[in-house]
């Protein structure tokens, strides 16, 4: 059984950083690619970094420059660092692994765990 946990997340002034984690569990985390995506208040949930198996990254135009995936595969945990938070970043954020191909609109591939909250204040 898959289950995915991610944490880290909280309230925090804007231009502030937080690291969020994601521990996978039941999943083959060294062979998969892996996301974060997340659900902004009113929003469809959307991926916003990406990380292959062989470490390759990829991120959304509005948090390129600012965050930066990582992976630990003994672990097979997940971060997200998370620098010059934006107001507009405010969201729940998810984890999850990724279907091939490894682009910015691969799919999820399995049940969302619950989330972390961020939220930036102006």
């Known amino acids: 059984q898959v289950q995915l946990v991610e944490s880290g997340g909280g309230l925090v002034q804007a231009g502030g950083s937080l690291r969020l984690s994601c521990a996978a569990a039941g999943v083959i985390f060294s062979i998969n690619g892996m996301g974060w995506y997340r659900q902004g208040p009113g929003k469809q949930r959307e991926l916003v970094a990406i990380?292959?198996?062989?470490?390759?990254?990829n991120y959304a135009d509005s948090v390129k420059g600012r965050f930066t995936i990582s992976r630990d595969n003994a672990k097979n945990t997940l971060y997200l660092q998370m620098n010059s938070l934006k107001p507009e970043d405010t969201a729940v954020y998810y984890c999850n692994a990724v279907a091939p191909p490894y682009t910015m609109t691969a799919a999820a591939l399995y049940t969302w765990g619950q989330g972390t909250q961020v939220t930036v204040s102006s």
């Open positions: 990380i292959t198996r062989g470490g390759s990254t």
